[in-house]
């Protein structure tokens, strides 16, 4: 087989482990949710994974940790929210304080 | 005009979806410089679907890395979808067939936020939360996509645009609501440490996943129930 089919396949095979594994979470056995100390880890996860995901998406660049315009725009953030502003509010400030700082070159 | 009569779910449903599909561009772009061409760059959008996998993908081509490591890279990159499903079943399930297929398929990080972002004791707010940010990120991820594949390099970073730190916030305001109680509050101080250490030492994708640990830790013993993210 050609390279190009090669790749053809690994696209295939990619998408199809993506959406099983999307779809073994929408499987598991109701009776297993059941279970209170299954119930409480899967309602512990969703806060876990996305807060860990806004820490290293505002924090890492590629391996290495960095402080640049993100933070400063995550403070921002943090304020709005804790100020009770709209969400549309938080996420367009967030925005315009990383490109505003990086168009004045910092970060 | 429409958009004033949205409620606040499907807001928020329309400002995560037009915000992350417009990383679309980059993934078209990025995919294209790496040598896959236009249809192949539209099948990863719309097989994997998962932002993160799908530029692993293309970094591991990218990179001169075969096919199977860029297989390997996106699946592994894509676990925390599964756990994502678990989460969502008291919002979601009965479901099955098609129903299912395409929940499954529309399981990310923004959908799952978006549904967990609605009040608990408002069933149908989660669902609509789910179903529209799901399908919102899914149509819009796509269509810019073929954009950014289209374009190439002659479009700029999004970066400058700030859209990096506008999906870090998004994620933050998101779950914002279920920190109301001191546990779930050490839940995410102590996730968001933890990937942070990791992130110098562990491959991509690891730090995230690692986070499931401190679910476990926390859910383990008997907290009290209002302590319990809903």
Known sequence: MSAYAWMWVAIVAAGV??????DAGHSVPEAWLENPRVHRIAAFVTVALLSALVAVQTFASGRSLVFDA??????????LLWRRAPFIVVVVAAAGVAAGLRALGWG | MALLTLDRTRQQALSVSLATGAYGLS????????????????????????????FAFVG???AGGGAAAAVATSTFLGLRNGFYGVG?????????????????QVTID???????????????????????????????WNAITLLGALLGSSIGDPADWG????????????????????????????????????TPVAPPGVPVLAAAL????????????????E
């Open chain 2, 110 to 140: 923004e959908s799952t936020a978006v549904a967990l972002a609605q009040p608990a004791e408002d069933p149908p707010a989660r669902r609509a939360g789910f179903w529209w940010t799901g399908v919102g990120v899914f149509v819009a």
């Open chain 1, 70 to 79: 993100r933070v400063a725009a995550l403070v921002v953030a943090a304020v």
């Open chain 2, 88 to 104: 969502l079943a008291p919002v979601l399930r009965p479901m099955r067939g098609w129903r299912k297929a395409w929940a499954a």
């Open chain 2, 27 to 54: 993934f078209g772009a990025l995919s294209v410089a790496a040598g896959l061409d236009l249809w192949q760059t539209c099948a990863l959008s719309l097989l994997i679907f998962s932002g993160g996998s799908q």
């Open chain 2, 60 to 62: 591991v081509i990218g």
């Open chain 2, 214 to 229: 401190v679910a476990i830790a926390a859910g383990w013993g008997h907290p009290r129930p209002e302590e319990v993210p």
């Open chain 1, 17 to 22: 482990l993506s959406w099983t594994t999307k």
């Open chain 2, 163 to 198: 859209l990096d730190a506008a999906a870090a916030a998004a994620f933050l305001a998101l779950v914002w609501p279920r920190l109301a109680h001191r546990r779930a509050r050490a839940v995410a101080a102590a996730s968001s440490l933890l990937a942070l250490a990791l």
